[in-house]
């Protein structure tokens, strides 16, 4: 795909094309795994991480790639039944679109690295009770 952009493009508006089924067929998914929890961990959490690192691509009228998958694809970002942490780039959290990003997806909360695990790959007590 990095070698041939057009083959992004083309990916892209197939998926727009049935992204109305794509998130029917994952909130059945997310319903049918929330009914197999137990009743004091029946809710979900999906964190597609790495958002941030998103390569900001000029799209012209002062737009990037990131207006666009943040702020136009807001409708589908949100409509998965399950809370969604997403990871977005600081710059958009902090430019002019952030009014907007605001009213979308509530105020963002910047959270620091936090190590979960040390150098021998034992896990990390206080950052792990951080996290809960």
């Known amino acids: 795909m990095r070698r041939v952009?057009?083959?992004?493009?083309?990916?892209?508006?197939?998926?727009d094309n049935h992204s109305v089924d794509l998130i029917a067929a994952l909130n059945e998914f997310i319903e049918e795994a929330q009914k197999k929890?137990?009743?004091?961990?029946s809710k979900i959490v999906v964190i597609p991480d790495n958002l941030d690192r998103i390569i900001p691509i000029e799209r012209g009228?002062?737009?990037?790639?990131?207006?666009?998958?943040?702020?136009?694809?807001?409708?589908?970002l949100t409509a998965l039944n399950c809370h969604i942490v997403y990871t977005i780039p600081i710059?958009?959290?902090?430019?002019s679109q952030a009014t907007e990003l605001r009213n979308i997806y509530a105020s963002p909360q910047v959270l620091p690295m936090i190590m979960v695990k040390n150098?021998?790959?034992?896990s990390y007590g206080k950052g792990l009770d951080k996290l809960k």
């Open 5 to 15: 952009p057009s083959t992004r493009e083309t990916i892209r508006k197939q998926v």
């Open 37 to 41: 929890l137990p009743e004091a961990q």
């Open 61 to 76: 009228n002062k737009r990037t790639s990131h207006d666009e998958f943040f702020l136009d694809y807001s409708n589908q």
């Open 91 to 95: 710059s958009l959290a902090y430019s």
């Open 119 to 122: 150098r021998q790959n034992e």
